[in-house]
């Protein structure tokens, strides 16, 4: 299989993966690592070098010590030579001074590496995610979003930051101190190398282990953050309907079985460190005992002694660090394969390699065959659609519920492209066609007029920010909007809460039709725009509407036939297609659904 198939699993769909498909997981990972790092070689070198140099100066102590116990000390006592002792002294100094501030420079460069790293991913996770198509977010959850650019982000950072430090510095501290113990007395390291073996066993057990119990912590975080997330998102629906109660237990479940999680993990570690200890232990006093006999003997130096035994605790020292890592090393590695799987994510709407202009559109649109489907376009929701809508056109879309009407305004729009035939612009099919003219010619309206955090005026200038005050003001009071937008504190500088907290949901969407009378489209589509207005406000804005569809085309679905009255054509669609396509005054002549429709409109008007 290759990576490429692997892209449409998105991260952490799945519980469990083939091998093949780990290790293009695992490749992908890998390349993304890589590509963050490649700009950084320089400084990762220069890193490199820098804890290189000061390992083996923080490694070097124990033997200076030897030296100074067997020969130093000697020549100062016996013959009143203090040279030597001096020269120990002032390169113990000289070690520790210089290797301590190589300490602190590499803690700096490592700091700015995984700064880089950081900058740069996250950066790249949002540009990314708001590039993709719309079917990826219908489908990817907020929470799971959130994760990847939070959670996901720390344990990286923890990783680079923390523990690949530790890893490194204990790696190169055992390698030399393993090195010089054997130039000094390679006895005590024929010692330490044999301990290696139970020493790997035991750290093998607690990888093994280890990976379960982190991996089982973070299926149930990522429980976690899902059911937190859905809560207070749903937090309208969750108090309406009293959940508060299922949720409090639900959530109690989860965190309750995190805890366990989080506890099992811990355990491990209650038997590792015990474990190193006593090897480290066992280690020193076979290495003392060992000595003891040479020493006595005559073989062995009392000097070379203690640093062999100062060798063999500096080497054990480190090795929980390395247990550490292991712990975060897992947890960024999955976050690392979620995150380049949602990088490895293409958008399914893709911008045209040779772009058309459409610097004037007339707005004439053009239906071939028109066939959709959601997802992998199995199950068909638009069906074989003909259609041609002439430029000005004033078409109303209606149907039952689930019909595909809303699917239809998001094909024009281009929030997705047809899976067969194809959708055309004065000519222009969508695909080709320039996406900023296309973006400037069709706008759509929908139920939910999402607000940004900033003023009024700033959310009504939206498609067009370089509007003046008047313009927007004159697009305010087109869309029946400034009444109650002068009414505010601030008039039009009123900061609107994140989600238009302080504006109601009527108010909102007059907002969002001043930011459509702005941006003055050439198409206007309108999916369900007037749900949320009173009475009093549709005939507002149904006065308004007049006027901002009399020289444009316009779809616009609405359940209220009075706005469907004004319109020029009414199209009926059922189950994908379109069943009855007339003028309203000829399909009420015809006796079908419309005409049953407006039969239901009239006597419930009567
Ligand atoms: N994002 C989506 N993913 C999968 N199926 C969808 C999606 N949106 C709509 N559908 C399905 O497509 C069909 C048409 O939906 P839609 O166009 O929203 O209908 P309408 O707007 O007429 O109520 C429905 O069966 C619906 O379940
Ligand atoms: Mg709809």
Redesign the pocket.
Known sequence: MSPESVRGTRGEDRDSYTREESRAIRRRSIRLLGSTLKPLRRLIALTAVVVVVSSILRAVGPTLIAFGIDEALPAATERGEWGPAILVAVAFLVTGGVGSALVGWYVVLIARITQAVMLELRTRIFRHTQLLS??FH??YTSGRIISRQTSDLESIQELLDGSLNELVDAILIGTFTLALLFLLDWRSGLVLLCMGLPLALLMRWFVVESQKGFRATRVVSARLIVQFVETMTGIRAVQAFRRERRNDAAFSAVSRDYRDANLKVVRLFGTLDPGLILLANTTIAIVLLWGAFRVAGGGLAIGVLIAAVLYVRNFFGPLEDVAMFLNSYQSAAAALEKVSGVLEEEPTVVDPARPVRIAEPRGELRFDGVSF???DGS?T??ERCDLVIPAGQTVA?V????????????LVARFYDPTGGALRLDGTDLRDADPVDLRRAVVMVTQEAYLFSGTVAENIALGRPDATGEEIRAAARAAGADGFIEALPDGYDTDVNKRGGRVSAGQRQLISFARAFLADPTVLIL??ATASLDLPSERLVQDALQRLLADRTAII?AHRLSTVAIADRVLV?EH?RVVEDGSPGELVAAGGRYARLHEEWAASQA
């Open positions: 719309l079917d219908e489908s489907g959601y997802g199950r929701v638009l879309l149907g039952t519920t689930g019909a595909g009407k809303s699917t239809l305004a998001k999916d369900e679905i669609m994908g």
